[in-house]
């Protein structure tokens, strides 16, 4: 005699047992307890701010100062995310924000004005991303020598194109977004330009394909491609991003200096990464949140620019930069064993 087959279980239909939750409400749960606490931290390094420094860090311009810096890296970091989500790593941003700064400021480039400066900045990131993704996907390279390589590349070519001067931007169209009044409603326009791509990249990462195969490649590279997912396209996709990403925080940066210089971007691939694990993401892939890392950028624009208001010394920057990664990762290994 058959025995009679039981219907697969609805987690609509009933309920899980006492004291355990589905996986994606225990998944959601975590999630807004790692963003709790990050804007617990936020809020704690504010209210030092302002009990160290009440009159400067407290004033209107400073905190859209502290944005507006935020800006730059926290494009580079959304694209980092991505990359990172996937499994991977990309130690070119820097050197590719500042490869695509000096090439879109030369001479022959700020002829076409704006428009050109722009086009440029954001065609040699996404070529640099597409070389990356080239090498890592179809070329079998492991990503951290190849990203590797692009870094001395990148850096070299710009040193080569600038001859180690700086070259300065003559458009007032981009000047001009530069400048303090440059707001609106009372927001820097480069705040406004890393809100939009924070937006998008939250909606790509969370209601599109594209990221839910992201997840899926960082997850488990061989159990997606079974699935069907094109486990190299996909790779190159996301280097892609990164690259586009710091074409953009090129431009940014470009509008915030008004120049272009080879040492643009130094040290961007520690402090996307920093701030990517600081909201959560998994340096083995499969796990992270938009929305954590840009608060990780917050936390560590807001700690560099309460020591220069204090007038603390670079290094203790870094030590207190090193100590947090060191917490953040610990957390991480310990939240994975729980899981």
């Known amino acids: ?13 009933q309920a899980p047992p006492a004291g355990q939750l589905p996986s994606w409400r225990t998944k959601v749960a ?9 804007l617990g931290v936020l809020a704690a390094l504010i209210a030092v ?9 407290l004033d209107t311009r400073n905190l859209q100062l502290v944005l507006t810096q935020a800006s730059v890296i ?14 991977g790593i990309d130690l070119s941003v820097g050197a590719i924000v500042a490869l695509s700064s000096v090439w879109a400021t030369t001479v022959a480039t700020q002829e076409y004005g704006f428009a050109g400066i ?23 390279m492991v990503p951290f020598i190849a990203t590797l390589a692009m870094l001395a590349s990148a850096r070299g ?43 998008i990249g939250w909606l790509v990462l969370n209601r599109t394909t594209f990221g839910r195969r992201t997840v899926a ?15 190299r396209r996909q790779r190159l996709y996301l280097y892609l991003l990164s690259g586009l990403c710091c074409g953009i925080a090129a431009f940014l940066l470009i509008i915030l200096s008004g120049s272009g210089q080879n040492t643009n971007g130094n040290l961007y691939e520690l402090d996307a990464i920093a701030a990517a694990i600081i909201g959560g993401t998994l340096l083995s ?50 939240t994975a064993s729980t899981t």
């Open 217 to 231: 490649v960082g997850g488990n590279a061989e159990a997606a491609r079974l699935a069907g997912i094109d486990v």
């Open 30 to 38: 975590r999630a807004d307890i790692r963003t709790l606490s990050l």
């Open 49 to 57: 701010g302002g009990i160290t420094k009440p009159d400067e860090f």
């Open 118 to 140: 722009l086009f440029t900045a954001v065609l040699v990131g996404v070529a640099c991303g597409l070389v990356n993704g080239l090498l890592i996907a179809y070329g079998g």
């Open 157 to 199: 070519l710009a040193l080569q194109i600038t001859d180690g001067a700086t070259q300065i931007v003559t458009i007032d169209s981009v000047l001009d977004l530069g400048e303090r009044d440059a707001y609106v409603l009372g927001i820097p326009s480069l705040v406004l330009v890393f809100a939009v791509v924070t937006v």
């Open 285 to 334: 892939g499969g796990r992270g949140t938009i929305v954590g890392s840009v608060l990780g950028v917050l936390i560590f624009t807001t700690i560099t620019n309460i020591f220069a208001l204090n007038n603390l010394q670079s290094d203790v920057q870094q030590i207190a930069k090193g100590a947090i990664i060191v917490a953040a990762v610990l957390v991480q290994r310990r």
């Open 74 to 87: 926290g494009v580079v970091t959304v694209g980092m995310t991505f990359v990172i989500m996937s499994g």
């Open 1 to 13: 005699m058959t025995q009679p087959v039981s219907p697969p279980r609805d987690s609509t239909d």
